[in-house]
């Protein structure tokens, strides 16, 4: 019994020696995966590294499983469809992404496509410049993913740009074609010249760029454009001249007579072809076929092409429409006899007549003749202004002052040119004042460059006009006084010969009763009759202040004559009346409506303020 204990003993003994000498075996625990996406469409590779080899691509949203712990190193370990890969665990997100669009812009024509290839299905084209939606982070091998028309596509990236485009404005320097591409395969719209067109910044390629134009967008060749405006001269033509519609000449469009304006583009002219504009076109004509003389540059002593019966419509046609009348009714002749005679462009003087004188119309005009504003100095136009006795007198005088002043050489206030242009310079402070003077000519009668390119000018030099005669005359009431400061000498007779005769000063008064167009002025100083020249009209502030002359002046309220009443109201008797520019003197001035006067016939009444003038004060 003992024994077999023994044995048992013995043989469990070994057995446990056996369990318990052998190394104890770990239970293996399952792999743990969680479900992840993408959030860009990425590249999964077969190790952790650019280094290994792509093993697939994956699509934006795409799910697959992430192995718990897996991720370092910025890689993380993923199974896909039972396939063991890595991805870069920055473009992996574990909840699903929203897709994210972000605005581009074709930088031309670009198609799109079925998938990320020109060898997947080609759907169309989109035009450069159209807003299209790229999602975000989907750009993959150069090709990204947008949506077009509702759906979804792939175009080539590096075709897009995620500015704007930029467009700058230009302008048209000829007719042309806009085109739907960079050739003259697929015409969209027609462009006129000077039209404003907006130019796609950094467009031009091959010559042509991308232009729009009144929302129309295409492309046409850079050089029908211009960062600057077209600057055109006016041009005549000198004989018939045909004109083209290229600078080929290939097409004749017609042909402009002799004498036609055109307008000729700056800059244009190569080997004797230049751009013109006709009637709002553009076309090509000869250069030696035109020429840019016209009024504003014409010699002022070439005899007019003109008519006294063009001249007098002119007129007639001004007096028909404001229903005014003019002073040179019928004169068309005294301006061509003038002219002739003093070798004066008949034409320009009465173009300057015209305009001096509003028509014939101005005060000067209808009541001194002076249909020039001469001597009409700005300290006193009517009181200094020329008296003439008769239109054509004015219109002769006129004549002579010009030539022998401004349009000879020789004159005291050339100035350059026997031109408009010319003369503008010392003539009018007004600088279009010559553009003023050549649209009345040009309006009277069209300018013909023919004409004028082959006519001399009349050189023949004259004399000086000196002063025409005549005088204004003041009530013998009229009293000046003479500022500190200031004196005049006094003359037996309106002439220094005889040597001065008196003198008077400073805070003395006196009467004035006449000034001469020749600027002698007659006054009474200590009731003795003299002459006198140093009340200068142009500046007589420095010299004397007139207290008590005033002029009736009706012009501004239709002419003719105003009542003198009675008492300082027009209910009351009219005791006279005082007609345009009529001077009378001045006996009380209060407050109110009305001042007392006293008129050439010894009348005292009372004037309505509005038409009272304070000559010279």
């Known amino acids: 019994m003992k024994a077999f204990m023994s044995?048992?003993?013995?043989?469990?003994?070994?057995?446990?020696?056996?369990?318990?000498?052998?190394?104890?075996?770990?239970?293996?625990?399952?792999?743990?995966?969680?479900?992840?996406?993408?959030?860009?469409?990425?590249?999964?590779?077969?190790?952790?590294?650019?280094?290994?080899?792509?093993?697939?691509?994956?699509?934006?949203?795409?799910?697959?499983?992430?192995?718990k712990g897996s991720i370092r190193n910025g890689w993380a370990e993923i199974k896909l469809n039972g396939r063991t890969a890595y991805v870069e665990s920055k473009w992996i997100v574990n909840r699903k992404p929203q897709a994210t669009y972000f605005n581009y812009y074709p930088k031309e024509p670009i198609s799109y496509y079925a998938g990320r290839g020109t060898n997947t299905k080609r759907f169309g084209s989109i035009a450069e410049d159209s807003v299209i939606k790229v999602r975000k982070g989907s750009v993959l091998n150069g090709w990204s993913e947008i949506?077009?028309?509702?759906?979804?596509?792939?175009?080539?990236?590096?075709?897009?740009?995620?500015?704007?485009?930029?467009?700058?404005?230009?302008?048209?320097?000829?007719?042309?074609?806009?085109y739907n591409e960079r050739h003259t395969g697929t015409p969209k719209v027609n462009v006129p010249v000077d039209a404003v067109v907006k130019v796609k910044k950094g467009s031009v390629k091959n010559g042509w760029?991308?232009?729009?134009?009144n929302g129309i967008k295409g492309y046409a060749p850079y050089s029908n454009i211009s960062k600057n405006k077209n600057v055109y001269f006016t041009y005549y033509t000198t004989s018939n001249m045909p004109y083209y519609s290229s600078i080929s000449f290939t097409n004749k469009v017609g042909t402009l007579q002799s004498g036609v304006e055109v307008l000729v583009k700056k800059g244009s002219v190569v080997n004797n072809k230049v751009q013109i504009k006709v009637n709002g076109k553009s076309y090509f004509a000869l250069y030696n076929q035109m020429d840019n003389i016209t009024y504003s540059n014409i010699d002022l002593r070439i005899p007019a092409n003109v008519t006294a019966a063009e001249i007098n419509r002119y007129i007639s046609s001004y007096?028909?429409?404001?229903?005014?009348?003019?002073?040179?009714?019928?004169?068309?002749?005294?301006?061509?006899?003038?002219g002739d005679k003093y070798g004066v462009?008949?034409?320009?003087?009465?173009?300057?007549?015209?305009?001096?004188?509003?028509?014939?119309?101005?005060?000067?005009?209808?009541?001194?003749?002076?249909?020039?504003?001469?001597?009409?100095?700005?300290?006193?136009?009517?009181?200094?202004?020329?008296?003439?006795?008769?239109?054509?007198?004015s219109i002769h005088y006129e004549a002579q002052y010009v030539k022998f002043n401004y349009i000879d050489p020789n004159g005291t206030y050339y100035g350059g040119a026997p031109t408009l242009s010319g003369m503008n310079n010392s003539y009018s402070t007004d600088a279009s004042w010559h553009t003023k003077i050549a649209n009345h000519m040009k309006n009277i009668k069209a300018f013909d460059a023919k004409y004028y390119a082959t006519k001399k000018p009349n050189t023949n030099r004259v004399g000086n006009p000196g002063y025409p005669a005549g005088s204004d005359y003041y009530p013998a009431e009229t009293v000046a006084k003479v500022k500190n400061g200031a004196k005049l000498s006094l003359y037996q007779s309106p002439s220094t010969s005889g040597g001065k005769k008196a003198t008077i000063s400073a805070g003395e008064t006196f009467n004035l009763l006449e000034k001469r167009n020749d600027f002698w002025v007659k006054v009474k100083y200590k009731n003795k009759l003299y002459w006198t020249n140093s009340l200068k009209y142009y500046e007589y502030t420095k010299t004397v202040t007139v207290t008590n002359l005033v002029r009736v002046e009706t012009y501004n309220y239709g002419g003719g004559t105003t009542p003198l009443y009675q008492t300082a109201n027009t209910s009351s008797k009219v005791i006279a009346t005082a007609t345009n520019n009529q001077f009378v003197t001045l006996l009380q001035n209060p407050s109110g409506s009305f001042i007392q006067v006293k008129d050439s016939n010894g009348k005292i009444g009372w004037l309505d303020r509005k038409y009272a003038k304070f000559s010279m004060k």
């Open 345 to 393: 462009n008949a034409l320009f003087l009465a173009a300057i007549g015209i305009h001096e004188s509003a028509y014939g119309t101005s005060n000067l005009a209808i009541s001194k003749n002076n249909l020039f504003g001469l001597k009409a100095y700005d300290a006193a136009p009517y009181e200094s202004a020329l008296r003439f006795k008769s239109v054509a007198d």
């Open 147 to 178: 949506q077009y028309k509702g759906n979804s596509y792939y175009v080539q990236h590096d075709k897009l740009s995620n500015k704007a485009p930029i467009y700058f404005t230009y302008y048209a320097t000829m007719d042309f074609t806009l």
């Open 7 to 67: 044995i048992c003993y013995t043989v469990l003994l070994a057995f446990s020696f056996i369990v318990f000498s052998h190394p104890q075996q770990k239970a293996v625990a399952s792999e743990v995966y969680f479900t992840y996406y993408a959030k860009n469409d990425l590249v999964a590779y077969s190790g952790r590294g650019h280094q290994y080899s792509k093993v697939g691509t994956f699509e934006f949203q795409t799910s697959f499983q992430v192995k």
């Open 319 to 338: 007096e028909q429409k404001t229903g005014k009348k003019s002073v040179f009714r019928g004169q068309g002749q005294a301006f061509i006899d003038a």
């Open 209 to 213: 760029s991308r232009i729009e134009y």
